[in-house]
Each structure stands twice: as structure tokens, then as C-alpha cells.
């Protein structure tokens, strides 16, 4: 009988071994398993794009592939978008036929695309466009950077690793993994605060305690590009229980967005942040928000931002035209449910720190100036509060501009709980993470120029 259990017992590791070989998602390992940010993209379900569908599109568009039903690579399984630990962005896709990836590669740097590929630790390997590595195994293929060519060569030695991990050291073996695997949908997302912007960060991590770090974070979604539009809808969680437990009650203290502020965001602004919120349920939030408490530094200083807040009762907008560390420019507006803080002003204005003074600007209105920053803010006769960085913002804060938001991404956001809008055409040339993905989606879905992100 032990005999007959041992080769039962043999006949299943066996039968487990061959599934696993023949599940199709071990070009996966490839994947670091510290990535901090995935995507998935599943092509064939997709909306099909002209001349071929979006895995033809793909191929021509960021290879340059004449032929792409012969370049070696699978497409019917899905392609992921990566950010590593260190902040390196990779793509990651299976191989079909490792040679005639190789051969595509080959007639790619005769027409001067690629140089040369060469073989290093059992892999190929070639530089395209002096700034990404590609590499590829019989299994896997992944392309990874941006890097300059003098340090190519040490982005491959990691890349090689890479290629030969298993899936006790690649992506498959984390819970990051685990949570995207289970949105079904085309293009799905899963990251970790930490790996935005550190401008951008506010929004997500609001209602997570004070001390949380940020790579304890994560935001989970699904994506759609339509009209330049890169729309993600999602939530924020946490695996650790007690920061989940958090960031879920707060959700809960979000309205839906009225809109009534985003015609007052222009077109050409860098960021901005919309909500619905009753004050004294949402200070808690902000306050133990260090992005948030990061942009209002300034003004905290002299105003008590604290006991504004505390009257707002509906939408709230905070606006970005602009932004550099020499150079905020900011906008603030609400509905407020009273003006009791106004009476508070008189003491403001003693109180104010030295090199700064808060005067008289308007009935109902005031404005702070030092040295480093100003502030413009009032009330409004129908209770609402308005402010910015100059008089001009501060009374644009309350008044649609002449070419205001994208009436698409307008619609996108009344009705959601929590909504951001980042202007990529804004962004500038120190946000390399978000045009470099930008710049991956392109050749599927032409030149995104909006990515708005909301909390349904």
C-alpha cells in the first residue's frame, strides 16, 4: 500500500509540474519582484485600432516591426508595464519563437533602429534608440529604462538576472501581483503611492494614519484611454489591516462632486483637485496629510487654514496653474456652510510672523504678503470661499475660464467621490515617471494629454 501511495503521490507532483510549465504566465519571473507599480494590458481585448488591431499598432509604432505577425513575440497574452524598486521603467511580454525575435531585432538594427544584438549570459540583448535595453530569453522579453549608453551595460547585467528568475524571486510570488491579477479588465493598475510624483501624492494617501509610509499605500484601477484622456478609476488600500481600516473610513466621509468649480480650472493648469466634503469630518484627513500640509505651508503660517476648513460643506476645489519650487501658484475654493472663521482675522493680523503682514484688500476679503509668498482670500455674498496666489487667481477661483477643462474630463468627474486632473502638456521636463508612460501608451492610443484619476 505504501508503494501505491508513493506512486500516486509521484503521478501528482509530476501532473503539477506540467501545469505550471504549460500555464503560459512564466515569462512573468521576469518581472522584478520589487516592482512598485504594474500594469497590465490585455491586447486582444481591447477596442481594435485601425490597420490591424492594437498589437500591430504596438509593434510598429514602438519597435518599428514591419511584419508584426512575425516578430517572435505572443501577444495574446498579456503585456505589463512595470516601475522596479529603483524607479526603473520596463515592459515586460512572452516570447513565441526566441530566434525569429532575435531575427526581427537583427533587420531592426540593419535599418539603424537598434545596434547590434548580442548574446550575454545565455540571452540576447541591444540597445534601442540609445536609451532603452531590450532583452529576451526563449520565454520572456523585457525592455527596460530610460538610461544613458554608458550605463546600458549595467542595466543589462540586472536584466539578465531578471530574465532568469524564478517565480519565487519574480513579480508572481507578491501581493502586488496577486491584487492586479484579480481586476478584470483590459487595462488594470496596481501601485504604490511612493511611486508618483511626490506632488501628486496628497490625494491618495489622504485618510492614512500620519505615520504610514508611503510604500504602505496602493492604489488599485482600471484604466481607459479615449481622446488623449488616460481616465483611471479606483481606490486606495493598504495591506496592512489598520491603515486599510483608515483609508476605507475615509473614503466614506467623500460626497459626490457637484462640479460646480471645474469650469474654473483652465485648460492649461498643471493639477487640480476636486471633492465634496463636510469640513469638520474632512480636517482630520487634511491635517494628517503631509503632501497637503506640503502646498499650504505658506499660508498656514499666517492663516489658520484649519478653521476655514472647518466651514466648508460641499465641493471644494484646490487648483494648480502652475508649479516650482520657485514658483506655486495656487487657487482655493468652496462652499462654505458659514463665515464664522472672518471674525478671527482681526487676530491674524497680530499675529502674523515677522517679514509678513495681512491687510485689507476688499470688503470680505484679505490678503496676506511676505518676502517668499502672497495670498489673496475672501468670502463671497453667497457663501462660498475663494482664494489664490494673486488678486487675479483669487478671482478666477470663483469664475469659469474663457477655455476651462476639457468638457470629456468634466464629465468624468461629477458624480465621483474624489477626482484629480494632472496636465501632462504642464508638466515639464522634471516628471520623467509620468511622460515616460505616457509615453509606452502612446503607440496604442495616440498622444495622451489628460490623466484624470477618480474614486467612484
Known amino acids: 500500500m505504501k ?15 506540467f501545469f505550471v510549465s504549460c500555464s503560459g504566465d512564466s515569462y512573468l519571473n521576469a518581472v522584478p519582484g520589487d516592482s512598485r507599480a504594474l500594469i497590465s494590458l490585455d491586447l486582444t481585448h481591447l477596442q481594435e485600432a485601425q490597420e490591424g488591431g492594437r498589437a500591430a499598432t504596438f509593434l510598429k509604432r514602438t519597435l518599428g516591426v514591419v511584419d ?4 517572435g513575440l505572443d501577444l495574446k497574452h498579456k503585456l505589463y508595464l512595470f516601475e522596479s524598486g529603483d524607479g526603473t521603467l520596463g515592459l515586460c511580454a512572452k516570447v513565441d519563437d526566441e530566434d525569429d525575435l532575435t531575427d526581427c531585432f537583427d533587420n531592426l538594427a540593419k535599418r539603424g533602429l537598434c545596434v547590434g544584438v548580442k548574446k550575454y549570459r545565455k540571452c540576447h540583448f541591444t540597445l534601442l534608440k540609445n536609451a532603452w535595453v531590450a532583452g529576451w530569453s526563449d520565454e520572456a522579453f523585457l525592455v527596460m529604462g ?3 549608453p554608458s550605463a546600458a551595460a549595467t542595466l543589462q547585467q540586472q536584466m539578465a538576472e531578471y530574465l532568469k528568475e524564478d517565480e519565487d524571486q519574480g513579480v508572481k510570488s507578491q501581493p502586488l501581483f496577486d491584487r492586479l491579477d484579480s481586476i478584470d479588465a483590459p487595462m488594470a493598475m496596481v501601485t504604490q503611492a511612493q511611486a508618483l510624483p511626490d506632488q ?13 509610509d508611503p510604500s504602505e499605500v496602493l492604489i488599485s484601477a482600471t484604466l481607459q484611454v479615449k481622446k488623449g484622456i488616460l481616465n483611471i478609476t479606483g481606490k486606495t488600500f493598504s495591506f496592512d489591516g489598520g491603515i ?28 487640480g483637485m476636486f471633492m465634496n466634503v463636510n469640513g469638520p469630518q474632512f480636517l482630520p484627513l487634511m491635517q494628517a496629510d503631509k503632501g497637503l500640509q506640503a502646498i499650504l505651508m505658506g499660508v498656514n503660517q499666517a492663516i489658520d487654514m484649519d478653521n476655514i476648513i472647518r466651514s466648508v460643506n460641499g465641493d471644494m476645489a484646490i487648483v494648480m496653474p502652475k ?6 501658484q495656487l487657487t482655493m475654493a468652496a462652499k462654505l ?3 464664522n472663521w472672518t ?3 482681526s487676530y491674524w493680523k497680530q499675529s502674523v510672523p515677522n517679514g509678513g503682514k495681512i491687510s485689507d484688500w476688499r470688503p470680505g476679503a484679505w490678503y496676506y504678503s511676505s518676502d517668499k509668498t502672497s495670498f489673496y482670500f475672501g468670502v463671497s455674498k453667497d457663501l462660498q470661499f475663494y482664494s489664490g496666489s494673486s488678486a487675479a487667481l483669487a478671482d478666477h477661483s470663483l469664475v469659469a475660464y474663457p477655455q476651462p477643462l476639457n468638457p470629456a474630463v468634466q464629465q468624468l468627474i461629477r458624480g465621483k467621490r474624489v477626482a484629480m486632473v494632472i496636465n501632462l502638456g504642464a508638466l515639464g521636463k522634471g516628471h520623467s515617471a509620468l511622460t515616460a508612460v505616457s509615453g509606452m501608451l502612446e503607440p496604442l492610443f495616440g498622444k495622451v494629454n489628460t490623466i484624470v484619476y477618480v474614486i467612484k
Open 146 to 148: 530610460p538610461v544613458t
Open 337 to 339: 456652510a458659514n463665515s
Open 244 to 271: 486599510n481600516e483608515a483609508l476605507q473610513k475615509a473614503q466614506r466621509q467623500y460626497r459626490p462632486i457637484q462640479g460646480h468649480y471645474l469650469p474654473t480650472m483652465p485648460s492649461t493648469a498643471l493639477f
Open 200 to 212: 501628486f501624492v496628497a490625494p491618495f494617501v489622504l485618510g492614512a494614519p500620519q505615520n504610514a
Open 323 to 328: 508649479y516650482s519650487e520657485k514658483d506655486l
Open 343 to 345: 471674525k478671527d482675522v
Open 3 to 17: 508503494n501505491i501511495k508513493d506512486i500516486i503521490g509521484g503521478l501528482l507532483v509530476l501532473a503539477s509540474v
Open 68 to 71: 508584426p505577425g512575425d516578430c
